[in-house]
T-cell receptor, first 114, second 117 residues
Framework: AQSVSQHNHHVILSEAASLELGCNYSYGGTVNLFWYVQYPGQHLQLLLKYFSGDPLVKGIKGFEAEFIKSKFSFNLRKPSVQWSDTAEYFCAVIPSGNTGKLIFGQGTTLQVKP | GAVVSQHPSRVICKSGTSVKIECRSLDFQATTMFWYRQFPKKSLMLMATSNEGSKATYEQGVEKDKFLINHASLTLSTLTVTSAHPEDSSFYIC?????????????FGPGTRLTVL
């Protein structure tokens, strides 16, 4: 079945460690890709998005993601995490012709220890 | 800009009653709003697409008679959970697509926690 998969369900890091969260999707054709973050008690916020162009996308708060078409991947990275990055992270895809319908991955809980 | 609100933020109701949840785009007009359901420790599941002035489009497996959606204006969509049961307890989140925005730009509301006793 077509889906969005996030490999890491729960990640625990110490401050200043580097972060990489995996995201793979199984839709063919053109896709729009997103990473959202949900801080404790807050609503979903857009971290970054990829529609076209440079496959290395920079977002807010020092996050970046790389679209690798051949691997159907859109992994999220941050060189040095902070305690305030503790949150739930969601990868999402709008498949071709889906008219705005976001398909979400399962989410990854990131816990950063001070 | 691009703020979406939901009301109420939390609601507790008895089994068998109906609950209405509002989703408003505060500083922009939205022709399309989306309703999602989020279970604890789970991802968001798209329930339906709400289009201003027309019937909502429901995803497979979502009962349209149970989850009534009305998108009466360009800034308001409502989700009514009819005859709610404990299994309907969940976190309901809406998102809104701006009229003037790109086709795939949408902004999320803070969510509504529904608890059915």
């Amino acid at each position: 079945a077509q889906s969005v998969s996030q490999h890491n369900h729960h990640v625990i890091l110490s401050e200043a460690a580097s972060l990489e969260l995996g995201c793979n999707y199984s839709y063919g054709g053109t896709v729009n890709l997103f990473w959202y973050v949900q801080y404790p008690g807050q609503h979903l916020q857009l971290l970054l998005k990829y529609f076209s162009g440079d496959p290395l996308v920079k977002g807010i708060k020092g996050f970046e993601a790389e679209f690798i078409k051949s691997k159907f991947s859109f992994n999220l990275r941050k060189p040095s995490v902070q305690w305030s990055d503790t949150a739930e992270y969601f990868c999402a895809v709008i498949p071709s012709g889906n008219t705005g319908k976001l398909i979400f991955g399962q989410g990854t809980t990131l816990q950063v220890k001070p | 800009g691009a703020v979406v609100s939901q009301h109420p933020s939390r609601v507790i109701c008895k089994s068998g009653t109906s609950v209405k949840i509002e989703c408003r785009s505060l500083d922009f007009q939205a022709t399309t709003m989306f309703w999602y359901r989020q279970f604890p420790k789970k991802s968001l599941m798209l329930m339906a697409t709400s289009n201003e002035g027309s019937k909502a489009t429901y995803e497979q497996g979502v009962e349209k008679d149970k989850f009534l959606i009305n998108h009466a204006s360009l800034t308001l969509s409502t989700l009514t959970v009819t005859s709610a049961h404990p299994e309907d307890s969940s976190f309901y989140i809406c998102s809104a697509h701006p009229l003037a925005g790109g086709v795939n730009e949408q902004f999320f509301g803070p969510g509504t926690r529904l608890t059915v006793l």
